[in-house]
């Protein structure tokens, strides 16, 4: 081969290996933050005033309402007492830490809401990242609420407690073991920490107005009821 094809032949081969696209370059795609869980922040409580001076039954039903609508209960009364009841009257006590707010079935059955606010009975309100959903919870602490379905008559007072009759239908309570009213894997109350202890009663909902609508109607029927300063996180 003459020298003069031979470096013609070695240019073509030259300038054709320039031409060839270099291989692709992966470039890592940031994965989204995921939403921080575990975060509890407590917040300032607002209590609305209520003008109605009887509010028992106003209490009782909204009971009822947030265990039928919030997420993660395992609870089967607030469905009974809103679908197969009607909302009574209150009965009478002569206990200011105790109500009792009655339900009645056209069959002649007795449904109650019950709320029990010992002396240094505290309420607060936290904001917490649950399962990837801001939600908020009030924890009352020294108090107890439960609700009942299917008593043949309604519960009288014998002026240190409740008389209950024979059939006294299905209960269910908080502030019993810690979790109770929660469903298994839900991870309540325990994502809460150390601001809910055994005992306490937690109610937890994603909406904070109607948790505050709650507070308000305790904080009336429970003049005792403590409600915490809480100064708004700055940032």
């Known amino acids: 081969m003459k020298s003069g094809s031979f470096w013609l032949l070695a240019l073509t081969l030259l300038l054709a290996g320039c031409s060839v696209s270099p ?16 975060i509890v922040t407590p917040l300032p409580l607002t209590v609305l005033p209520i003008q109605d001076s ?27 007492l809103t679908r197969q009841y009607q909302p009574s009257h209150a009965a009478y006590t002569s206990d200011s830490q105790r109500m009792l707010a009655l339900f ?16 240094r009975g505290v309420i ?24 009942n379905a299917g008593a043949n008559r309604p519960p009288r007072w014998n002026g240190r407690g ?35 202890e055994a005992g306490d009663t937690v109610l937890y909902s994603r ?10 109607l305790l904080k009336h029927q ?3 009821l403590r409600v915490p300063q809480v100064r708004p996180a700055t940032h």
């Not at 291989?23 to 575990?38: A, D, K, T, Y």
């Not at 309100?125 to 609700?147: D, M, P, T, W």
């Not at 909406?207 to 308000?216: M, T, Y």
């Open 23 to 38: 291989p692709p370059v992966s470039v890592p795609v940031p994965e989204p933050e995921p939403v921080p869980q575990g």
């Open 54 to 80: 009887r509010t028992e039954v106003v209490l009782g039903q909204a009971l009822v309402r947030h265990f039928l609508t919030g997420p993660y209960y395992r609870m089967t009364t607030p469905l009974l």
């Open 104 to 119: 009645r079935q056209q069959e002649g059955h007795w449904g109650f809401v019950s709320v029990n606010v010992a002396q």
């Open 124 to 147: 607060n309100l936290f904001e917490l990242q649950h399962q990837n959903a801001r939600g908020y919870a009030l924890v009352l602490k020294r108090a107890r609420i439960c609700l």
């Open 162 to 196: 409740w008389d209950y009759s024979l059939q006294s239908g299905r209960f269910e309570c908080s502030g019993q073991t810690n979790g109770s009213l929660f469903q298994p894997g839900s991870g309540l109350p325990g994502a809460l920490g150390p601001y809910a």
């Open 207 to 216: 909406d904070r107005q109607s948790l505050q609508q709650i507070a308000s």
């Open 222 to 224: 429970f003049r005792h």
